[in-house]
């Protein structure tokens, strides 16, 4: 028997339905579910005083286990169901980490690179999971350390999207100054740095003028955020190489992100990136394919005047 976690991004009136659509699904594939507890608690919570679909209740199906985290979360679990958005699925990593599950994501949100199945598709997607009529997109994180070591970053110290060095508590410039391999590369006098992935290609990076790369790609973007001198444009490396940053400032402390999650460090602190050592895995299905969802997304191909 298979056995499948749940975690989602809470919005009960547009959630309920469809979430409930997705068990039964499940259900008849004779699958075991986990729920992640904070969610499986606001979903019997929001039953509790829906009105809308008052036959339509949790009450109906069995009680579910659940977990909090990555430590309860069970390594047999063979698949990993997150429902929201992209910002679910950054989420999620947190829970899965190294451990190997495939995720399946589901959208309820707006753009949806990553979680690339629409809601309206539940049925028949988890269907064609069931077949076998899926393939495993396998992305690249990027990863960092610390020097002084910062133990709360240690615990988490890697992202999907990208890393992102930024001001704080200033609207003056930083610099950064940038290394390869131990090889001076540039000082970046500029609000921030972004260290994107090829999945982090179509994030913020894309917001701030790199290319896109397609998910498969062996690189980086090192991308400036409003640099100051004209000259400098984004860079792909390969993500063989290991990129050192060390940051000046008027502030005594500069942020950094690790997609969603924030940390303020000193000033002293050096950053070293490389490759993680381990990959995330996404369902992908033949119709919700990277250049499919370009196509859909920016809608490339598209001539609106028409």
Request: proline share 6%; net charge neutral; aromatic share 12%.
């Amino acid at each position: 028997m298979k056995k499948v976690a749940i975690y989602g991004y809470y919005r009960p009136e547009k959630s309920f339905t469809y979430l409930l659509l997705l068990l039964d699904t499940l259900l008849k594939h004779k699958v075991e579910i986990i729920f992640q507890k904070a969610f499986y608690e606001k979903l019997l919570e929001h039953q509790n005083f829906s009105q809308n679909n008052p036959e339509i209740l949790l009450k109906s199906y069995p009680e579910f286990d659940t977990f909090t985290g990555y430590d309860d979360l069970p390594d047999d679990v063979n698949l990993f169901f997150t429902y929201g958005g992209d910002g679910t699925i950054l989420r999620a990593l947190t829970f899965i980490r190294d451990k190997g599950i495939p995720i399946f994501g589901i959208n309820a949100g707006r753009l949806g690179f990553l979680a690339t199945v629409q809601k309206e598709q539940i049925e028949k997607a988890v269907n064609a999971y069931f077949k076998g009529q899926y393939t495993i997109s396998e992305r690249n994180l990027v990863a960092i350390e610390t020097r002084p070591e910062n133990p709360e970053i240690k615990k988490m110290n890697f992202a999907l999207n990208e890393l992102v060095v930024n001001r704080k508590n200033t609207t003056a410039m930083i610099s950064i100054d940038t290394y390869i391999d131990d090889e001076y590369l540039s000082t970046y006098w500029a609000d921030g740095l972004i260290v994107a992935t090829p999945t982090g290609s179509t994030a913020y990076s894309l917001s701030c003028g790199g290319p896109i790369m397609v998910p498969e790609a062996m690189n980086y973007i090192l991308n400036p955020i409003a640099p100051h001198n004209l000259t400098v444009r984004p860079l792909v490396i390969p993500n063989e190489h290991i990129i050192k940053l060390k940051v000046d400032s008027r502030e005594p402390e500069f942020l950094i992100s690790l997609d969603s999650r924030m940390y303020s460090l000193p000033i002293e602190t050096e950053i070293i990136a490389y490759t993680a050592p381990f990959t995330v895995k996404l369902i992908q299905f033949k119709e919700n394919s990277f250049i499919k969802t370009l196509q859909k997304k920016l809608l490339w191909g598209k001539d609106e005047r028409n």
